[in-house]
């Protein structure tokens, strides 16, 4: 097993040196990133091989990320990175995990599967597969591309498209008393506070805004958020962070801040504003952008957008410039692996698609499967969702293989998944049938043909194709 430690300030040199040497833009790969979440992502590192590894717990439950962070594969560090991706495969099976790594480029995952043909043994874990690059799913989800901007762009927000922004600007420059500077310490606690409302808001949105304001500096709700600005605000000048704070009549109503990426490319990690005064959020961005680019930055990553769709029209009605790859990917068992055979065999979906839904959407306790001879032939995926009518099991790639149809195993899966459910306490079953035929199957489960418009913009696109048919049959448990 490899050896790793906390992520501490008197490593910053050390780690920079490392981060220096990645290929990509990407806003993980800053000192002050690691450091703010440590608290949050159980962060940890080492040096091996002549890379830095860096490890930490993902939002699944007991699953450990890896982050390899130096120069790119090459034909001079094969031999270097194999002994590496072994290290690292062990690490994970040590701690009865399975290995996860997380932004990849593409070149970097292709010789990571290169590797895997030469020297993952499959056939010790039980898997029964052609080439040893089967064993894993590989996941490039747009959800965590970095988005890039031009600070010529957000600095000016010329021409037409950038109009709907100068107007918020405009009308807050009309409104208020206003002023922007750089952020210093003596603007930390106003900042906290007026992340707390941010946060109140966000979760109480009935209240009104005023009632908010009364109250929230007693009750600042916990999010992991918050920690980590404590934590950055903490350690602000060891860790090179650089901000501004807009004030309306010496309040505070919005802030941000970031480090550096590069010479001319800029990351920032933070940016809230007081919704209450309009055009707070475009007036901090154009405010920051105009001060990055008289520090000479070129660029600005603004990180990505986790798939929230009211974050990501946010994030795409600024005309990012690129979106950096941030490319993960998933070890699989032979059960997880042999259920994406079965899924390909019986809907014809691409291996991306597939492999998408094995590493963020996917639970082995939410896959029921029905297994003959060793090959999983029947399954299906239960999707936890929130839905207007409460906690929603949604049964998703209902599959049996052809060759096992007429045994009753999709039957007694989904019976098995109804138990299910109601020791977990979900309110209701939805599944959305590709056929009228397929409805009259489902309805002697319980299914009503209710025509629920399902809602998949939240995350990972689990629908027919077309929203307007995304209807589903409904199950109260």
């Given amino acids: 097993m490899i050896s790793l430690r906390r992520v501490s300030l008197s490593h910053k040199q050390v780690i920079e040196s490392y981060l220096s040497q990645a290929s990509t833009l990407i806003c993980d790969f800053t000192f002050s990133s690691l450091y703010m979440w440590q608290e949050v992502y159980n962060t940890c590192w080492t040096e091996v091989e002549g890379v830095m590894v860096v490890r930490f717990d993902l939002s699944e439950e007991n699953v450990k990320g890896y982050m390899i962070v130096g120069a790119e594969p090459s034909d001079a560090s094969v031999e270097q990175y194999h002994r590496l991706y072994s290290l690292l495969v062990a690490d994970a099976h040590q701690q009865g995990r399975q290995l996860r790594l997380v932004c990849m480029t593409h070149r970097a995952i292709q010789h990571f599967l290169d590797w895997a043909d030469l020297n993952y043994e499959a056939h010790e874990r039980g898997l029964n597969v052609v080439s040893g690059r089967e064993c894993f799913a ?33 009308r807050f420059e009309a409104a208020y008393n206003y002023t ?26 009935a209240t009104s805004v005023v009632e908010v304001r009364n109250r929230v500096e007693h009750e600042c709700p916990p999010s992991q958020e918050h920690m980590a600005i404590r934590r950055a605000f903490d350690a602000y000048d060891e860790l090179g962070l650089v901000g501004g704070v807009l004030r309306v009549d010496g309040q505070v109503v919005a802030f941000t801040y970031g480090s550096a990426l590069s010479d001319e490319v800029f990351c920032t990690h933070i940016e809230k504003a007081d919704a ?88 082995p306790d939410n896959m029921l499967t029905r297994v003959e001879q060793g090959r999983v032939v029947s399954m299906l995926h239960i999707v936890e969702m929130q839905t207007s009518l409460g906690r929603t099991g949604y049964l998703y790639a209902i599959a049996t293989d052809a060759d096992y149809r007429g045994r009753g195993y999709s039957s007694q899966l989904i019976e098995e998944a109804f138990r299910l459910m109601r020791q977990r306490r979900y309110d209701v079953a939805m599944l959305i049938p590709a056929t009228n035929q397929l409805k009259k199957f489902y309805s002697k489960f319980g299914f009503e043909d209710r025509s629920y418009q399902m809602d998949f913009s939240g995350g990972v696109y689990l629908g027919t194709g077309e929203v307007s048919a995304d209807l589903a049959m409904v199950k109260t448990l």
């Fill in 138 to 170: 590989v996941c490039d989800n747009p959800d965590y591309r970095d988005y890039i901007y031009s600070l010529d762009d957000l600095s000016q927000l010329s021409g037409r498209k950038y109009q709907p922004k100068r107007n918020h600007i405009n």
């Fill in 180 to 205: 922007f500077q750089k952020l210093t310490p003596s603007d930390f606690e106003q900042c906290l506070m007026l992340d707390c409302r941010w946060q109140r808001q966000k979760i109480d949105s």
């Fill in 276 to 363: 209450a005064y309009e055009g707070a959020f475009q007036m901090i961005n154009r405010s920051f952008a105009q001060m990055l680019r008289q520090m000479g930055y070129v660029k600005v990553n603004r990180e990505e957008d986790m798939g929230i769709a009211g974050l990501r029209r946010a994030k795409e009605s600024y005309y990012p410039m690129m979106m950096q790859e941030k490319i993960s990917l998933r070890e699989l068992t032979p059960r997880e692996v042999s259920s994406r055979e079965l899924w390909q065999r019986v809907f014809g979906d691409e291996r991306e698609f597939v492999d998408l839904f094995m590493t963020e959407v996917y639970s």
